[in-house]
């Protein structure tokens, strides 16, 4: 029986009321393997970082359920769910959400500090190293590019070993060649530490890299596409194009 790290069962969103209401999610249901990639793709407003930020316990669905292994993320409280999240899950945010009073180090090891709790010196190297991060590590993030901003982001999300890793457009800041060590490092993740990383991306280059694609539409889940390639996932995107 295949194991989910997490699960979305009938989930809706909706934003507003009467008139004005959206309906981010129309009864999504999807799960999401352990020690899995998966890519989460569509138009733009199709739900992508709205069924994300859910699954993350960022965000409280309308109705229907969000489970992070055996734990009901939809009937939790604000502190329970802060907990979890600190423990349990890694986020990259495409606004990098840094604090901008701690150095690069400081910020990658803050989930670490904040649990009580002391970073593999050997992880540690070895994500400073792959995001070439060794020489910005006591500078803060004023000081700092976006793409490194990034790369910091990236390296907080995954120091704690988490067992689910969501990144919304991590590579959106990136130059090809860093975005393509640091997807490659998230597909080692999967491989070596067994954690299951969860990726929102608009580019089919950066999809090729998952295990499978989830694709939405208005809401909905419109299909998925299994050991996704650039080109599979393209022709994907461009059939949801036309259909709209």
Do not use: W
């Not at 990383?197 to 295990?211: K, L, Q, R």
């Not at 939405?216 to 994907?236: F, H, K």
């Amino acid at each position: 029986m295949m194991m989910l790290a997490c699960e979305a069962r009938d989930l809706v969103k909706v934003y507003g009321r009467g008139d004005t209401a959206v309906r981010a999610l129309d009864g999504v249901s999807v799960g999401f393997p352990r020690a899995e990639f998966t890519a989460i793709m569509g138009p733009s407003g199709s739900g992508k970082s709205t069924l994300m930020h859910c699954l993350a316990g960022l965000d409280r669905a309308t109705s229907g359920a969000v489970l992070l292994g055996d734990v009901d993320l939809s009937r939790q409280s604000d502190r329970v769910l802060t907990q979890v999240r600190r423990e349990r899950i890694g986020f990259v945010f495409q606004a990098f959400n840094l604090l901008p009073q701690l150095t690069a180090a400081q910020n990658i090891t803050l989930p670490l500090d904040l649990s009580g709790r002391k970073p593999d010196p050997a992880l540690f190297g070895r994500l400073v190293d792959v995001l070439g991060l060794r020489d910005r590590l006591r500078h803060r993030p004023s000081e700092l590019s976006g793409g490194q901003q990034q790369r910091v982001a990236l390296a907080r999300a995954l120091i704690s070993r988490p067992e689910a890793v969501f990144a919304d457009e991590p590579t959106g800041n990136l130059d090809s060649r860093t975005g393509a060590e640091v997807l490659s490092f998230l597909r080692d993740a999967v491989r070596e530490y067994g954690q299951t990383v969860v990726m929102v991306t608009h580019d089919p280059i950066a999809a090729s890299y998952a295990d499978r694609v989830v694709m939405l539409a208005d809401g909905r889940i419109s299909g998925e596409i299994m050991r996704p390639t650039r080109e599979s996932v393209a022709d994907a995107l461009n059939q949801l194009a036309g259909a709209r």
